[in-house]
């Protein structure tokens, strides 16, 4: 089947926009991560999904950004405002179980603010 | 904040040579993970490794642990150009945290 997919694959904003990000997981997986990752970093946790329910937002860098999994399935990461810092690539990754498994990861969406 | 370290920052060698890397990171864990990145792309699961096994063989790759020292080694055998990439550890699962990555580059 279909890996993780992620789009918009690239994305442009002005400072002050509102962006949402999408993320579709492998079907059936019950986990799902979003990570941020600044050019020539490694991946930055962000927040993590066992099914709907939000298990941990402790990487969320500021209250201007929220995510969701409303049915379990498809996820968004919105920002609000953003901000040039915010420049990033935002990846997306689902694993089948609850924890301790290998993750799958999307190809990533990146964001520029102008 | 990210857990891993990665050693060295950048490795460049010759096709056919073996290439290590080394991760070291500072609370304890239960798995280690070894992810490779090719530019531009997502992030494709390697190998896991849990706190109580020490080594452990995956084709070219071997992975060895020692959690008193808080360390990880990846080890590539018969290095191919296909095998340029970022490499990052991570540990954990859930609130996986990764290292800045080792590049390396497999000259043909």
């Known amino acids: 089947g279909a890996g993780v997919s992620q789009s918009p694959r690239y994305k442009v904003a002005k400072r002050g926009q509102d962006v949402a990000l999408r993320c579709d997981p492998i079907?059936?997986?019950?986990?799902l991560f979003w990570y941020q990752q600044a050019l020539g970093q490694g991946p930055e946790f962000l927040t993590y999904?066992?099914?709907?329910?939000?298990?941990?937002k402790s990487g969320l860098p500021s209250d201007r950004f929220f995510a969701e999994r409303p049915e379990g399935s498809v996820s968004t990461l919105k920002i609000q405002r953003t901000q040039q810092e915010d420049s990033a690539v935002y990846l997306c990754?689902?694993?089948?179980?609850?924890?301790?498994?290998?993750?799958?990861f999307g190809p990533g969406t990146r964001l520029t603010v102008t | 904040s990210q857990q891993g370290e990665e050693d060295p920052q950048a490795l460049s060698i010759q096709e056919g040579e073996n290439a290590t890397m080394n991760c070291s990171y500072k609370?304890?864990?239960?798995?280690l993970q070894w992810y490779r990145q090719n530019s531009g792309r997502g992030l494709v699961h390697l190998i896991l490794?849990?706190?109580?096994?020490r080594e452990k063989h995956s084709g070219r790759l071997r992975v060895t642990l020692d959690t008193s020292k808080k360390s990880s080694s990846l080890l590539i055998t018969a290095s191919r150009a296909a095998d340029t990439a970022s490499y990052f550890c991570?540990?954990?699962?859930?609130?996986?945290?990764f290292g800045a990555g080792t590049r390396l580059t497999v000259k043909p």
């Open positions: 990754a689902s694993s089948l179980q609850a924890g301790g498994t290998e993750q799958y």
């Open positions: 079907s059936g997986h019950v986990s």
């Open positions: 999904f066992q099914n709907e329910a939000q298990l941990d």
């Open positions: 609370t304890s864990i239960n798995n």
């Open positions: 490794i849990r706190s109580n096994e």
């Open positions: 991570a540990t954990d699962a859930n609130d996986m945290r």
